[in-house]
């Protein structure tokens, strides 16, 4: 029988993001999941002076501390026994002996010895994620900095000179001619969930779409529909669109560098195409902004959508990796969109679903040592299950065809059949044959798949 174990976590980045009635962030559903798995939640840091039932995991939410020093107030001698967060990042000599969760995809905030830093390799502690929530809210966020550009329409110039009776479509239409996206080509780095997401929301809007990844990757790349590269390089020449999806990467101790800074260098900005668009919802790291002051000075690089954590220290001094874009702002007006790492969390609905994966995690990890989305290496004393995402936002696995239930499978079965049918029938059936496609299509996405 296994030993009630008694735990504190922190989570110190809010669990909820629409407001509730008083005009705070709603904490609501998460609390409720807590409790209903038989947790206690509190709205507050932990005090010495509390009396903790034995046998249960205590949840504390403290989401307004950022700075490293404010984080290690709290954890530098171990006074939590876990943490769940978001986008705080988690200094070194934070201790938690029961591990981490990050809600979301990349671990690279998450820098606790306790497992080894971003990578969760060292430790004693397992790391984990929960990759997929919001993929797709990050992958549209993308798609809507691309789309404010391009088609290049002057909406707001026109909307102006239509209600103030200054334009004739006849006469003035000719003054504002536009590429649509269709027929550009759009180059991805990454394909993880989110260059994934991102990469098909372009391939609808009809742009051709290469994508760099390792090469394990590459049978799934082309069998999705996109064109595989092994190099950043390959993958942006001739591009209209560079989109960046690939994380951070491992750090490495002896150059103190991330494996994925600077991935999109001077070498890879020089072979897009003039006039392109870059959007880095990754990383702000992972550019190298020299390299991109450079092509936009250059005019290869009209237009730069960056997503990037930002912090104010003592003094209001600016702190994080949004800081060296800063002074493009400035130097290129109207031709930067900054953002504040906000693309992927501001989505209420995302942020609560991470939480409540990432408070199942938590509890399986401490009362079972059952370890689901293990970032890193596997500690001793506990077990890895395997991974859990959204259905439909990661690619399917074999475990997904194996776990379709027997009739999803018949129907499946059944649809193929038809089509196979048609498509060997000597009459013309092109109408019907459509329509067998599309359901078979959509029976497939139902499933996830």
């Not at 606790?112 to 992958?139: E, H, K, Q, V, Y």
């Not at 550009?184 to 609808?204: H, P």
């Not at 400035?330 to 693309?343: I, M, S, V």
Request: charged content about 20%; overall charge positive.
């Amino acid at each position: 029988m296994i030993k009630p174990v008694t735990a504190k976590i922190l989570m110190c980045d809010l669990v909820g993001l629409a407001l509730d009635t008083r005009g705070e962030p709603d904490f609501s559903e998460v609390r409720a999941h807590i409790k209903m798995k038989g947790g206690s939640f509190f709205n507050r840091p932990w005090k010495i002076s509390d009396k903790l039932a034995e046998g249960k995991l205590h949840f504390f939410l403290v989401p307004d501390v950022s700075t490293a020093a404010e984080i290690l107030a709290l954890t530098d001698k171990g006074q939590y026994d876990a943490v769940i967060a978001a986008a705080t990042f988690i200094p070194k000599d934070a201790k938690f002996r029961f591990g981490g969760v990050r809600i979301g995809t990349g671990t690279g905030n998450m820098g606790s010895a306790s497992w080894g830093g971003g990578d969760g390799i060292g430790g004693d502690a397992p790391l984990m994620n929960t990759p997929g929530f919001n993929s797709r809210a990050t992958a549209q966020m993308a798609m809507k900095a691309l789309l404010r550009v391009s088609p290049d329409l002057p909406v707001e110039q026109l909307h102006k000179l239509t209600v103030s009776g200054r334009f004739d479509t006849g006469k003035d239409l000719r003054r504002f001619p536009t590429r649509k996206l269709e027929g550009q080509s759009a180059a991805v780095l990454g394909y993880g969930n989110i260059g994934r997401a991102f990469a098909k929301l372009v391939q609808a809007f009809g742009m051709k779409v290469r994508v760099y990844a390792r090469p394990k990757h590459r049978e799934w790349i082309e069998s999705e529909g996109f064109e595989y590269c092994a190099t950043p390089t390959a993958a942006a020449a001739g591009a209209d669109v560079l989109s960046m999806h690939v994380g951070l990467g491992q750090y490495d101790p002896a150059t103190k560098r991330f494996a994925n800074a600077g991935i999109v260098d001077w070498p890879v900005l020089k072979g897009i195409n003039n006039g392109a668009v870059l959007i880095n919802y990754d990383r702000g790291e992972c550019v190298d902004v020299k390299a991109l002051d450079r092509a936009m000075k250059q005019g290869i690089i009209r237009h730069a959508a960056i997503d990037a954590d930002i912090f104010k220290g003592k003094g209001g001094a600016q702190t994080g990796p949004m800081v060296p874009y800063l002074p493009l702002a400035k130097k290129y007006p109207g031709r930067t969109e900054l953002l504040p790492h906000a693309a992927a969390d501001t989505d209420h609905v995302s942020r609560v679903e991470g939480a409540k994966q990432a408070v199942n995690q938590m509890f399986d990890c401490i009362i079972n040592k059952r370890i689901t989305n293990l970032k890193g290496a596997c500690p001793a004393g506990y077990h890895k299950i395997g991974t859990c995402s959204p259905l439909g936002v990661a690619r399917a696995t074999p475990q997904d065809v194996h776990t379709i239930a027997r009739a999803d499978r018949e129907k499946l079965a059944g649809l193929a059949s038809e089509m196979s049918g048609l498509w060997s029938s000597a009459t013309s059936a092109e109408d019907a044959l459509a329509v067998a496609i599309n359901r078979y299509r959509n029976a497939l996405a139902s499933l996830g798949l």
